[in-house]
């Protein structure tokens, strides 16, 4: 019985390794496709410096690279006060208008606590969203289950993942695993 119960969590772990894996390597391969009605950046953590974190910088500079090159002219960043001000989208914003992005191009949306929020606000402030197509930048491993969400609130939802360091992306991958395994039973 205990061999038994040692190969299951044997192949628990695999299959969580390999999901892991899975969902980053996808992520990597997303391309903007055209043009959109606006670029969403998904938020994510400020430093108690109040700079974008890592994955959140390497978000906006994507972003900001799909701006200059045509994809849309509008760039929504999402996301609330986290445990340092100022909020996620304002960090974002402020990298954003360092890197040459007008503040003509900017949307802010500042609540949000989570992926499912950050559409769910996103859309609310674009008041066209049922008919919108969207970008969401994100991290790579973090595509699959963005498209999904903020698909439930604009009429074509797309997504690219943006990557930075490697440790980060291995542990955010394994958790988002778990999420997606959540998100499948609510």
Avoid at 36 to 55: E, F, K, L, Q
Wanted: glycine share 8%.
């Amino acid at each position: 019985m205990l061999r038994i119960a040692f190969w299951v969590i044997v192949a628990a772990l695999f299959n969580w390794c390999a999901g892991a894996f899975a969902l980053d390597a996808w992520g990597k391969t997303r391309k903007a496709d055209g043009y959109y009605d606006a670029i969403i950046v998904a938020g994510c953590s400020v430093y108690p410096n109040g700079r974008p974190s890592p994955a959140l910088e390497w978000r906006v500079r994507k972003a900001v690279d799909l701006w200059r090159l045509g994809a849309s002219r509008r760039v929504v960043f999402t996301g609330g006060m986290g445990d340092f001000p100022p909020t996620e989208a304002e960090a974002g914003a402020a990298l954003a208008t360092e890197l040459g992005l007008p503040q003509s191009a900017m949307t802010l949306e500042k609540h949000s606590k989570s992926t499912l929020q950050n559409a769910q606000n996103a859309a609310s402030i674009l008041p066209e969203s049922a008919h919108m197509r969207v970008l969401v930048v994100t991290d790579a491993y973090h595509v699959f289950r963005a498209r999904r969400l903020f698909a439930r609130f604009f009429q074509d939802a797309d997504a690219v993942g943006s990557t930075y360091g490697e440790w980060s992306r291995v542990k955010g991958a394994m958790r988002e695993v778990l999420a997606l395994f959540k998100h499948a039973f609510t």
